[in-house]
């Protein structure tokens, strides 16, 4: 018989006929008359309950169409097992459900041995199932999160096609440091125990693969640059590495990111941007994943749905870095505490952006022209000569969720900048010829997907929103 998924059947109301599900058994319960099977296939975080009727003492097995099945036939149906239930579809009498099946045939695809199978009981810690990924993604909580992950992929692909942008599909093997901070993993074929030295001691790497030394992206953003600067509009959505030593509820060795980059648009418009798409992402959440949200609004953040809705009901704040400070300084003469300093020219540490978002402002806030040292050196350089036009957007519960800005456009200033930080100008020739030829204002912004993760599921550790994180010293499974 056909299968028919379980967020389907759920919503069906043909009773007494019959519908066949296949999923995972979350739980058996009942008595000796009857066994209640709760069952799910991923589809829905909802379970379709199963009824099976067992064959009393002096019963005789008969394959009517309303079988009973002996309770050593049920025996193999544990937390775990995977099942075929085929049976009538009747109108629950019990609370919460609308529809349940009353089983006429079981089959056992494969079983889960009770003593083994490592999510025996509800309520395990989110550390505990970190240990067990590959078996996380059949918890209520994961799945929430995974079908989440889901809609929020689809909701940035439509948000871009329907706004006329082209996804382009940029290197993750690379021969440049987008961001500078030198935090790449190296990509070789070589014997690491017996590399080649040039006279001097130095690594040959004309011996390697790919005759440079190469390592996986930080961000496709130079590339998307100059995707931008032939199709007009384009955004990247691709895994991207950085090795950076953190160990924080935050930060992924791997995580994905979203680059729009955008030709003939200036500060202003780029922030409008980074704006009305986050609304549309947030939007798109309550829209298509009410089911989870109510679960994971339930079970961990009750303040979840409302927080969601804040932020397409507001508008953010846009702010410049030096007043940001100047609010920050405030607040310290006024005894607020920080771990860290926040001096004019410092990076601001995320309990100083969270203190803007979630105490001073209580919405999002875009943060603007930042000083130069503490930025990349693409960015556009303001006329005071010591800030760029950055635009990274600050939210509640996260901090920085978008790093944005507008780029230098002009040849001679993005030469000089480089000249400066001492960039190898045969890792850059390629992304200064878009300067030579034909150049344009231009600006983007890099989402990083799990920090959205974190937002619309608000979950803490962004550990918990990507299927198998990677992490300093962690690359299981
Ligand atoms: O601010 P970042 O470093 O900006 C860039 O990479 C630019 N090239 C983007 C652009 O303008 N096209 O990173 C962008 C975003 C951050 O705001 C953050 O959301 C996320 O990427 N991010 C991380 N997410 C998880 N783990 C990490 N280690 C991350 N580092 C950055
Ligand atoms: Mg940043």
């Not at 379980?6 to 008359?33: D, F, H, M, P």
């Not at 009727?53 to 079988?67: C, R, V, W, Y």
């Not at 090795?243 to 791997?254: C, D």
């Amino acid at each position: 018989m056909k299968r028919t998924e379980i967020k389907e059947a759920l919503s069906l109301t043909c009773y007494g006929e019959k519908v066949n599900v296949r999923g995972w058994v979350r739980s058996r319960r009942g008595n000796k008359q009857v066994s209640f099977i709760a069952l799910n296939d991923g589809s829905t975080i909802n379970n379709i309950q199963i009824v099976a009727d067992i064959l009393q003492e002096g019963e005789q097995l008969s394959d009517t169409d309303n079988p009973k099945f002996t309770e050593e036939s049920l025996r193999l149906i544990t937390t775990g097992s995977c099942i075929s239930a085929t049976g009538y579809l009747v109108e629950s009498m019990g609370k919460g459900q609308t529809v349940e099946i009353h089983a006429t045939e079981l089959e056992i695809y494969g079983t889960a041995d009770p003593l083994t199978y490592p999510l025996q009981k509800k309520g395990h810690t989110l550390e505990y199932l970190r240990e067990i990924a590959h078996l996380r993604p059949r918890t209520n909580t994961f799945g929430a999160v995974l079908r989440m992950r889901h809609h929020m992929a689809m909701a940035i692909h439509t948000y871009f096609h329907e706004h006329g942008y082209f996804y382009f599909h940029t290197p993750l093997i690379t021969a440049s440091d987008c961001e500078g901070a030198g935090q790449m993993f190296q990509v070789t074929t070589k014997n690491l125990y017996n590399l080649k030295r040039d006279k001097d001691g130095q690594i040959d790497y004309s011996d390697d693969f790919f005759g440079k030394m190469t390592a996986l992206t930080v961000s496709g953003q130079l590339e998307g640059e100059l995707g931008a600067m032939a199709l007009g509009k384009i955004y990247t959505f691709g895994p991207t590495f950085r090795a950076e030593n953190s160990n924080t509820p935050r930060h992924l060795a791997e995580f994905w990111m979203i680059e729009p980059e955008v030709a003939f648009i200036q500060k202003d418009e780029l922030m409008d941007l980074e704006e009305d798409f986050l609304k549309y992402c947030v939007r798109w959440a309550l829209n298509n994943c009410q089911d989870d949200l109510q679960f994971l609004n339930k079970m961990y953040d009750n303040s979840l749905i409302s927080r969601l809705e804040s932020v397409i009901n507001t508008d953010f704040v846009r702010l410049p870095y030096t007043e940001g400070i100047n609010i920050l300084q405030e607040a310290i003469r006024n005894g607020h505490k920080f771990e860290f300093p926040c001096n004019w020219g410092d990076d601001l540490a995320s309990e100083h952006e969270r203190y803007l978002v979630e105490e001073h402002f209580g919405k999002p806030v875009i943060m603007t022209d930042y000083p130069k040292e503490i930025k990349a050196f693409y960015m556009k350089l303001n006329d005071d000569q010591k800030t760029v036009q950055g635009t990274d957007v600050l939210f509640p519960a996260i901090g920085e969720i978008i790093g944005g800005s507008v780029r230098e456009e002009s040849y001679d200033k993005l030469m000089a900048e480089i000249d400066r930080r001492q960039i190898p100008m045969k890792d850059m020739w390629w992304y200064l010829d878009t300067r030579r030829f034909g150049s344009a204002p231009h600006a983007g912004f890099g989402l990083g997907f799990e920090r959205l993760m974190l937002f619309v599921t608000g979950m803490q550790n962004i550990r918990d929103v990507i299927p198998f994180p990677r992490t300093p010293k962690n690359a299981e499974f």
